[in-house]
């Protein structure tokens, strides 16, 4: 079993930045994984994540300010988040393991971080 554990979450005012970490506990899959957030009464979305071929993919609202990243002989993908804004705010998770081949969406991935918290406020 596969398990993911995130860390670097924390409380920034607008314009920070963060760095969240995704560790591994074992190899997996190091070309469909990624990233996504929750903010409260909201669906879990993408944020970013890496596809088959190794391509980045970003949701528009993250483009220019986030950059996934990951050391695959440490087994830790990573989340630079600059120009934090508060609608950024929300529980940030990692994410592994394709179903079926698929790696874009919430529901195409079989193994999950606990979350961190990631708030923008003033």
């Known amino acids: 079993q596969v398990q993911l554990v995130e860390s670097g979450g924390d409380s920034v005012r607008p314009g920070g930045s963060l760095t969240l970490s995704c560790a591994a506990s074992?190899?997996?899959?190091?070309?469909?994984m990624g990233w996504f957030r929750q903010a409260p009464g909201k669906e879990r979305e993408r944020v970013a994540l890496?596809?088959?071929?190794?391509?980045?993919v970003y949701t528009d609202s993250v483009k220019g300010r986030f950059t996934i990243s990951k050391d695959n002989a440490k087994r830790t993908m990573y989340l630079q988040m600059n120009g934090l804004k508060p609608e950024d705010t929300g529980m940030y998770f990692c994410?592994?393991?394709?179903?079926?081949?698929?790696?874009?969406?919430?529901?195409?991935?079989?193994?999950w971080g606990q979350g961190t918290q990631v708030t923008v406020s003033a």
């Open positions: 994410a592994a393991g394709s179903i079926g081949g698929y790696c874009d969406y919430t529901a195409d991935f079989r193994y």
């Open positions: 890496f596809g088959w071929s190794g391509a980045t």
């Open positions: 074992e190899y997996y899959n190091n070309y469909c």
